[in-house]
């Protein structure tokens, strides 16, 4: 039996009948289903803090839910259906040996948690991997060969994503019993038993791959940093840039040539090559591991209603940080407040100083231009 901390309200105060905050989990579970209810409820339950419990907590872990469904659906589309017999340590596609390895250590920090007793780590770590490394990168890239003509490759991204997907279930079984039931069963008509009674899965260290993982990593990161060049800058979504690696190692620019295709559907790009020339007037610059990535921007932005916009966000920031600071500076604030609420405001600082040094790094970024 665990023995939860206190469930408060969304502002961190004791719900009760005569403040009118008292929130009702049928409700909720009318409203969201059990499952967002239940993820929410072990995604907040941090050791020795109190849960504070928004309805907008539990929306976006039903939105996650309704993600995993869609993800499940696609796969099945795609003839994605557990093959008997797959050995995942015998995968020879890169892109397969990541998201194996990903797996593998995703396990690996859940079954750490549970056992720990730590279900909020055990809970974000399930997420934060499903979400982000499967669904937003894994089966995007994965896209390409399910559309393509190699046989062979495409056999072994079927299996392997299915393979992936039972893992998943696995892991979210704990804490989304229902909705990972039904995709059990709904996945492979032939199993034998419920996903309840199966044995919790153990991953081995050889599913490991340095290599893959580097490389995969590496295209991850690339197209993180465009995008947020693109989102920073405002650059409208339909515009495409061309991009310039300056400085690329022998090892980049074979990742490059690899992965060219994926990388100019998914950065928004027309063109992207190695090329130690000097930046065009008007580019902006990222540095990616070793190498700058150039992306020409002039006929794109406006700079000069950029900059504005970009000072007079920064300006607001810097109003948020002033104030807040000010707050954390009063003696009689940091002593009387509850110490959750102390927390909170010292982690919004640390937000606030952050989302200022990125808009201010994107401001210079554009006086270079």
Known sequence: ???????????????????????????????????ALRFTLCALAAQGRDI????????????????????????EMNECKPRVGFDPWRAELTLNRWILAKTAEAGDKVAQAVEAYRFNDAANAAYAFVWNSFCDWYLEFAKPIF???????????????????????HLLHPFMPFVTEELWEKMSQTREGRLIGARWPTHESALAAPEAEAEMDWVVRLISSIRSVRSEMNVPPGAKLSLRLKGASAVTKARLDIHLPLILTLARLDSATASDEDAPKGSVQVVVDEATAILPLAGHVDVAKEKARLEKEIARLADDIGKTEKKLSNPAFVERADPDVVVETRER????????????EALERLKEM
């Open 52 to 75: 504070k419990l928004a309805e907008s907590r539990v929306e976006g872990y039903r939105n996650f839910a309704t993600k995993l469904w869609n993800a499940a659906r696609f796969c």
């Open 147 to 169: 559309n393509g003509s190699d046989e062979a490759a495409k056999a072994e991204t079927r299996a392997t994503t299915a393979w992936v997907l039972d893992q998943i279930l």
């Open 1 to 35: 039996v665990y023995i939860h901390a206190l469930v408060r309200d969304e502002k961190g105060q004791k719900m009760s009948k005569s403040k009118g905050n008292i929130i009702d989990p049928l409700d909720l579970i009318e409203k969201y289903g059990c499952d």
């Open 349 to 360: 600082l640390s937000d606030l100083a952050a989302a200022k040094g990125k808009l201010s």
